[in-house]
T-cell receptor
Framework: EPEVTQTPSHQVTQMGQEVILRCVPISNHLYFYWYRQILGQKVEFLVSFYNNEISEKSEIFDDQFSVERPDGSNFTLKIRSTKLEDSAMYFC?????????????FGPGTRLTVL | AQKITQTQPGMFVQEKEAVTLDCTYDTSDPSYGLFWYKQPSSGEMIFLIYQGSYDQQNATEGRYSLNFQKARKSANLVISASQLGDSAMYFCAMREVSGSARQLTFGSGTQLTVLP
């Protein structure tokens, strides 16, 4: 069964450093998302991406964040200058469409720890 | 106002018994979808079940069923015949028609522990 994959599973970085989180969505999916879950808290929407551009972003997704689909398979989230409060689990999700029945399938997550 | 409310931070159930996890939602959209995800201690998010706002029947998927009460705006997850592997965090989420991205809005989750 096809699945969303994410690398790395765990990333430790120093405050102020840039990180790139990588995702490979399910191959026939067209809509891609990043979500964040701070430890012990709810999952929060960051950004959605369709047709090579951002379709919507939350207030969390400020200028420090960017997303890219550099080729036909990868979908990346870059944090330019990490802060301590960026420590969280980051989930990538993908779906075939934006119909209400189109389930978003999540990757296993990348746990980002900022020191 | 919270869009998705899960009032049970933690629940315990005896193995082989049924358990209901509560979820209430708030939306003015006539069309929306409700989802339940399971998050084991390993951290991944596993899709369990979906209920559409116009669905006449409650959704079922194996041991999972959804008790959907539209007038009450509730979409409770029922797990029958609980197994030890069901111990996990469970999130209720909603997807509304409004908003171009139709992203999911999650509740705060319920930590379910199945006791042997």
């Amino acid at each position: 069964e096809p699945e969303v994959t994410q690398t790395p599973s765990h990333q430790v970085t120093q405050m102020g450093q840039e990180v790139i989180l990588r995702c490979v969505p399910i191959s026939n999916h067209l809509y891609f998302y990043w979500y964040r879950q701070i430890l012990g808290q709810k999952v929060e929407f960051l950004v959605s991406f369709y047709n090579n551009e951002i379709s919507e972003k939350s207030e969390i997704f400020d200028d420090q964040f960017s997303v890219e689909r550099p080729d036909g398979s990868n979908f990346t989230l870059k944090i330019r200058s990490t802060k301590l409060e960026d420590s969280a689990m980051y989930f990538c999700a993908s779906t075939t469409g934006q119909g209400l029945t189109d389930t978003q399938y999540f990757g296993p997550g990348t746990r980002l720890t900022v020191l | 106002a919270q869009k998705i409310t899960q009032t049970q931070p933690g629940m315990f159930v005896q193995e082989k018994e049924a358990v209901t996890l509560d979820c209430t939602y708030d939306t003015s959209d006539p069309s929306y979808g409700l989802f339940w995800y399971k998050q084991p201690s390993s951290g991944e998010m596993i899709f369990l079940i979906y209920q559409g706002s116009y669905d006449q029947q409650n959704a079922t998927e194996g041991r999972y069923s959804l008790n959907f009460q539209k007038a009450r705006k509730s979409a409770n997850l029922v797990i029958s015949a609980s197994q030890l592997g069901d111990s996990a965090m469970y999130f209720c989420a909603m997807r509304e028609v409004s908003g171009s991205a139709r992203q999911l809005t999650f509740g705060s989750g319920t930590q379910l522990t199945v006791l042997p």
